[in-house]
């Protein structure tokens, strides 16, 4: 698990091609319930999409199926397979991380907000947001 949340975070900063690829990371077993907010944590600020285990019985004891926000989720047919890889695909997602002042992302909100669309205002802001 941690080396894959390592090489999700080696990925994204890499080049600014990896802010529009989607990244899941596929296993065969639960996680354990210390996991729950670091999983969910990753895909709400879209580090990584998705945490997803391909066996539906991993074991016959309690388990943590799927987190409150799915960072992390068992799948359980094929069709849930499908329709979370359709959404990954289908969706267009922007990744952008940034530590910046408040200062400056005001000013950056402004000048993105003075644009006439939101998809418009989406891109000034994401570009000005990697200048």
């Known amino acids: 698990m941690l080396k894959a949340i390592g090489k999700a975070i080696n990925i ?8 529009k690829i989607p990244i899941v990371v596929l296993g065969n077993s639960p996680i354990t319930v ?30 943590v199926k799927d987190t ?20 990954l695909v289908t969706n267009d997602m922007n ?11 005001g000013e950056i909100i402004r000048i993105a907000n003075q644009e006439t669309t939101e998809i ?3 891109e000034k802001f994401l570009t000005l947001i990697r200048n």
């Open 34 to 63: 210390s996991y729950i907010k670091k999983v969910d944590f990753l895909k709400t600020s879209g580090v990584i999409q998705g945490f997803w285990s391909l066996n539906p019985n991993p074991t016959n004891s309690q388990y």
């Open 68 to 87: 409150p926000k799915l960072g992390f989720q068992t799948i359980l047919d094929r069709e849930q397979l499908f329709n979370n890889c359709k959404e």
């Open 12 to 19: 994204r900063v890499s080049d600014i091609a990896s802010t």
């Open 120 to 122: 418009a205002k989406a």
């Open 95 to 105: 990744y952008f991380s940034s530590m910046i002042s408040k200062l400056k992302l």
